[in-house]
């Protein structure tokens, strides 16, 4: 069966314990189960936002197999595997459908520099390695530095049918549009940058894989709701009000200041693993003032 996606999924970040040495296993569930209960659409454990890099093949797999066991099939845990080693990709592509996943992530690999060519074929061995399983590419050049094209994403689709779906974070409104008027309905589109959100939903997007959902999954999910049934003044009327969180999100390396945001609210440490740091005072003032004005003016 293919994967639809759509709605607001959480890039969910990984709780660590005070020294960073070890997942925090009691928060991580804590934080599935709030967002479950608050109503998100889909969770995307052990992506970027996961801290991916730094987590252990042992970490990963204990992370997806958590999030999977609370999810019990309510809804899609899209798990992230994809890394600059078409082999260990592969790897841990098939480690985290064993573990119960639905679909896996696959980022453009950074750092190598692929030509187009070269992602072409990292995307499509893993795909016609995992059996059929869905695949969502995850295209980020801000991050990865390439940038996978609409020509080479039909070069994909059109060999590896199981390539579902794209994570838009090219931050460019154009590039959506481009893939939806080449793929129509054949394709997900996600939106891969909050503040965007409204924007590419309303050229056609599915909705939006978050970061700020790991603070506010109910509000992110109403967002999607209210776009994709067509109410465009509530659905102005929310993303607009949330505008200030998502500037917050992002005035440090993702995922310091969500992980501060968290923290501010008791539900996990701080704690990031080098070479990222802890937010400075400056961020926490910055994550803290911007919740304090979302908060009060949702009550009013």
């Known amino acids: 069966m293919k994967l639809r996606m759509a709605g607001a999924y959480t890039a969910l970040v990984t709780p660590f314990t005070d020294d960073g040495s070890r997942v925090d296993v009691a928060a991580l569930e804590a934080h599935v189960a709030r967002q479950l209960e608050q109503g998100i659409d889909g969770l995307v454990p052990c992506g970027t936002t996961g801290e991916s890099p730094t987590l252990t093949e042992a970490e990963q797999l204990e992370v997806i ?26 790897h841990h592509a098939h480690a985290a459908l064993e573990a119960g996943a639905d679909a896996v992530m696959i980022v453009m690999p950074y750092y190598n520099k692929p030509s187009q060519e070269g992602m072409f074929q990292h995307v499509t061995s893993v795909a016609r390695e995992v059996g059929g399983a869905p695949v969502v590419l995850y295209n980020i050049p801000g991050r990865s530095v390439v940038d996978l094209t609409t020509d080479t994403l039909a070069r994909i689709v059109e060999k590896a049918p199981n390539v579902v779906a794209v994570k838009d974070a090219t931050g460019n409104i154009l590039r959506c549009q481009q893939t939806l008027a080449r793929f129509g309905d054949s394709i997900d589109v996600m939106c891969g940058d909050d503040a965007l959100t409204l924007g590419m939903m309303a050229v056609g997007a599915r909705g939006v894989i978050s970061v700020t959902s790991n603070v506010y999954p109910a509000q992110l999910a109403s967002v999607c709701r209210a776009a994709r049934e067509e109410e465009w003044d509530e659905a ?14 992002f005035v440090e390396p993702n995922p310091v200041p969500a992980k501060a945001a968290l923290s501010h609210r008791g539900a996990m440490k701080a704690t990031v693993r080098l070479p990222l740091t802890a937010a400075q005072a400056s961020t926490r003032t910055v994550v803290a003032e911007a919740m304090r004005r979302y908060e009060q003016g949702s009550l009013q």
């Open 236 to 249: 102005r009327k929310l993303h607009y009000a949330l505008l200030p969180v998502h500037d917050a999100m």
């Open 65 to 90: 197999q958590r999030t999977v066991k609370l999810a019990k099939g309510r809804v899609p845990v899209v798990a992230g595997a994809g890394s600059n080693s078409t082999a260990k990709s592969i």
